[in-house]
């Protein structure tokens, strides 16, 4: 009997220890800096980084230290990963939990495809079960892991500006999945309630698809009109890319992504 606590006891200061561990090592890696030769490589290859102010690089740095500790890139079709490669991306994928406790808790590959790859695509109409396949820049599964076409995520970072981001995109729908499901309802910040968020975003994802069905421009792309989680997605990279037109166009969308990322981009110079 007194062997068997003995191993129980043993059991438990192991986990712990490998708990204290664990947490030790997090903390290191989000207070550690980036070197400056990484920090050249990300403003080169993702200019909207440039904007963020003093405190939130600081905290930016930590959270990719984070990621790369995690995260294992993997090229597809005889692509070989760059370190330029996986900064960029980690970058992009941390700008939207810079100041939020989000995390991706279930991502721990990431696959990049040189240019635009194929996907099959399956969907079900009652008994009936179709598939088909279909050319993507950019996948996101549920729990990970993200593929990339790299072409497309680099020209969508170097123009910071026309608020087109496969990168920011993919991310979107990574947070939106840590709620249980990818369904354009994330887990939201504290101070948000699901049913402003539901308000707000149903209305919007409405008056949307009534523009694309007439032919209107809006500041969000038209493909948010084929799914309220597609809506989230591309909102989100208007929000980074083209806050000031989003806020001034769809202003309660805007103010619900700011509280989400506890972000204000508008404010950017």
């Known amino acids: 009997m007194l062997f068997f606590f003995l191993a129980l006891a043993l059991i438990a200061g192991f986990v712990l220890y490998r708990h204290w561990s664990k947490s030790q090592k997090r903390q290191q890696l989000l207070s550690t ?12 290859h993702v200019p909207l980084i440039r904007r963020l102010p003093l405190d939130l690089r600081v905290k930016l740095d930590g959270k990719i230290n984070l990621f790369l500790n995690q995260v294992r890139f993997f090229g597809c079709e005889g692509l070989e ?6 900064l960029a991306i980690s970058a992009q994928a941390c700008l939207l939990i810079v100041n939020s ?25 009652g008994y009936v079960i179709s598939e088909k396949e279909i050319v993507r820049t950019g996948e996101s599964w549920d729990r990970g892991p993200v593929i990339l076409s790299w072409r497309h995520s680099e020209l969508g970072a170097l123009n910071d500006h026309d608020g087109q981001n496969v990168v920011l995109h993919e991310f979107a729908h990574q947070i939106d999945d840590l709620s249980g499901g990818t369904n354009g309802v994330p887990i939201l910040s504290d ?6 968020w ?12 009534h523009a694309v069905e007439h032919g209107r421009h809006t500041v969000i792309d038209p493909y948010g009109a084929t799914g309220h989680e597609e809506f989230f997605a591309v909102s989100v990279e208007v929000f980074f890319e083209k806050p000031r037109a989003l806020k001034s166009e ?12 506890r972000l204000d981009p508008a404010e950017w110079v």
């Not at 202003?251 to 700011?258: A, C, I, K, M």
């Open 191 to 196: 101070g948000q309630t699901f049913a402003e």
């Open 33 to 44: 800096p980036l070197s400056d030769h990484q920090r050249q490589i990300i403003e080169e």
């Open 101 to 125: 406790d989000l995390w991706y808790d279930n991502l721990t590959t990431i696959l990049i495809y040189p240019n635009a790859f194929k996907s099959r695509q399956r969907r079900q109409d």
């Open 250 to 261: 769809v202003p309660e969308v805007y103010d619900q992504l700011s509280k989400l990322f």
């Open 198 to 209: 539901e308000r707000v975003f149903l209305a919007a994802y409405d008056a949307h698809v």
């Open 81 to 86: 990963v760059t370190e330029e490669m996986e």
